[in-house]
């Protein structure tokens, strides 16, 4: 309530009192800046504009995508460090995106698949383009897919079971008792390049290059190497220098069932150059290091964040394939594709034009309530946890899903056998991305069950 003193006060007084009042000008003074200099004035971010990675590394995007669920499968924003796009957020809305691949491209000559455009600012002769099978449209994306397709058939993996298990067994063997440390160096990391070094045959004792070479991409571009300091050129002729050996070794050696001897060995192989050769097998190490890291991190994370569900696991080992379905869907480690229309279109009640950016957003679609009851909470009994759709849909579902879906598989089995539960003991810091979503760091405790 205002007082007699209160409204007696001089001005001066009032300013010490109320500090803010100091400086009305402040706005003016900000107004006469933007009008000097144009295109400075800062944007207030769209409510609904997820490319902001801040809404991921501190666990608020769930809210946000519900709203626009509840507002419609399909929504424009007009404004975003990216430049406007549109974004796709209900499950049926993204398989319709997606099985139509000649209207909405994958392509890196409309852009890629990821939000970021194709290097506009930078010169065409400064790039260095790594062509991959994930960017690309038909038919050059069916030709190349075909010669990694066949490692990841059900055959494949049955072979490749036994190798699996024994290294993730010895992983979990030589975890610390009784003190803390981190999952994701410990066991994620180690896991994951042993299985890219099982797939591809790859020298066993070098194995930490695959993490090491994966790492130099950055966590959002898988189709180009954005930029050319010397540090990225001089890891990706390291690269080239070492597959170059394997190359040769594997074409004296004949047909074999290694990733790379197959894709030698395949007859699509003639129509893909050096440079394509190699962005492939980027694709190949990248497209299974981080979001297979970030699943084994994923699943101790959501665990232990629901003890009824970890319960449920230790009592019965044979829910674990469900389990794994449904840890991928509630962590969908990767958060979107993108695509770029090609014609003038219409999406959901929507006018698309030629050329704009389409985000198809999984992890919004993996919260769909419309296909998953409680879609917020893990459940491990879910009758369609099959249904989601992290590895995406159509010509580019993900080519990998099996080996991943194995790896995971195994690991939860073997933690099983040994009783091993992984308690959240210590930090927890998440990848600040739009793009992937995961880990950094998972400190964890080792108790028995
Ligand atoms: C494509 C997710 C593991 C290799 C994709 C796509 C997604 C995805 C969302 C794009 C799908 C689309 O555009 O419709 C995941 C997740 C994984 C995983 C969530 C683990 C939990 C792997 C592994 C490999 C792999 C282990 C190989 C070693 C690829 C390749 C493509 C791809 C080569 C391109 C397929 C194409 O364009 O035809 N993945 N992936 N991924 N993934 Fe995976």
Same mark, same amino acid.
């Given at each position: &309530?205002?007082?007699?003193? =209160?409204?007696?006060? =001089? ?16 706005? *003016? ?10 295109? $400075?004035?800062?944007?207030?971010? =769209?409510?609904?504009?997820? +490319?902001?990675?801040?809404? @991921?590394?501190?666990?608020?995007? *769930?809210?946000? #995508? ?43 000559? @409309? ?9 506009? /600012? ?50 979990? %063997? ?6 803390? #440390? ?12 042993? &299985? ?17 070479? +994966?790492?130099?991409?950055? /966590? ?9 300091? %010397? $540090? ?9 220098? @070492? ?11 004949? *047909? ?9 060995? +395949? ?10 050769? &190699? ?11 981080? $979001?297979?890291?970030?699943? &084994? ?6 665990? %232990?964040?629901?003890? %009824? ?20 869907? @509630? ?12 014609? /003038? ?18 992890? +919004?679609?993996?919260?769909?309530? $419309? ?73 964890? *405790?080792?108790?028995?069950?």
């Amino acid at each position: &309530m205002a007082t007699a003193a =209160h409204t007696q006060m =001089h001005a001066p007084e009032a300013a010490r009192a109320h500090p803010w009042k100091r400086s009305p000008s402040a706005h *003016e003074a900000l107004e006469a800046h933007y009008a000097a200099n144009p295109g $400075t004035r800062p944007h207030h971010p =769209h409510k609904w504009d997820t +490319s902001r990675s801040d809404i @991921y590394a501190e666990n608020r995007w *769930e809210p946000i #995508f519900a709203e626009m669920r509840a507002a419609g499968p399909v929504h424009h924003i007009p404004e975003s460090p990216y430049g406007p796009y549109w974004s796709v957020v209900s499950h049926k809305a993204i398989q319709h995106t997606e099985a139509l691949p000649d209207i909405f491209s994958s392509s890196w000559e @409309y852009g890629g698949i990821t939000i970021l455009d194709d290097l506009p /600012d930078i010169p065409e002769e400064e790039r260095m383009r790594l062509p991959m099978f994930i960017a690309m449209d038909r038919p050059k994306h069916t030709g190349q897919r075909k010669t990694v397709a066949p490692a990841f058939t059900p055959a494949e993996m049955t072979r490749l079971t036994a190798d699996i298990r024994q290294r993730t067994g010895e992983t979990l %063997d030589a975890l610390p008792r009784g003190e803390k #440390f981190d999952w994701v160096n410990s066991v994620s990391i180690p896991l994951t390049t042993g &299985m890219l070094a099982i797939l591809f045959d790859f020298p066993w004792e070098d194995r930490d290059l695959l993490t090491h070479w +994966s790492d130099w991409s950055g /966590d959002t571009e898988l189709a180009t190497v954005r930029s050319l300091d %010397d $540090t990225r050129r001089g890891m990706l002729r390291e690269m080239a220098a @070492y597959f170059q050996i394997l190359w040769a070794d594997r074409a004296q050696r004949g *047909e074999a069932p290694d990733l790379i001897s197959r894709m030698i060995h +395949s007859p699509a192989m003639n129509q893909m150059d050096p440079q394509e050769f &190699m962005g492939n097998l980027v694709l190949l190490i990248v497209g299974g290091n981080d $979001t297979t890291r970030n699943t &084994m991190s994923g699943i101790v994370h959501a665990l %232990d964040r629901f003890p %009824d569900q970890r319960k449920l696991f230790e009592e019965d080992a044979s829910l674990i394939p469900n389990a794994v379905q449904e840890c991928i869907r @509630y962590q969908t480690p990767l958060k979107h594709m993108r695509r770029t229309a090609t014609q /003038d279109t219409e999406l959901f009640g929507q006018n698309i034009a030629a050329g704009d950016k389409v985000l198809l957003w999984y992890n +919004s679609a993996n919260r769909d309530e $419309t296909v998953f009851e409680n879609a917020d909470q893990l459940d491990i009994t879910r009758e369609n946890a099959r249904r989601h759709i992290a590895f995406g849909y159509g010509i580019h579902r993900c080519v990998g899903a099996r080996l991943a879906e194995l790896q995971l598989r195994v690991l939860m089995e073997e933690m099983h056998a040994r009783r091993l539960r992984a308690n959240v003991a210590g930090e927890v810091e998440r990848v600040r991305a739009n793009f992937v979503e995961g880990f950094r760091k998972l400190e964890v *405790e080792i108790t028995s069950f």
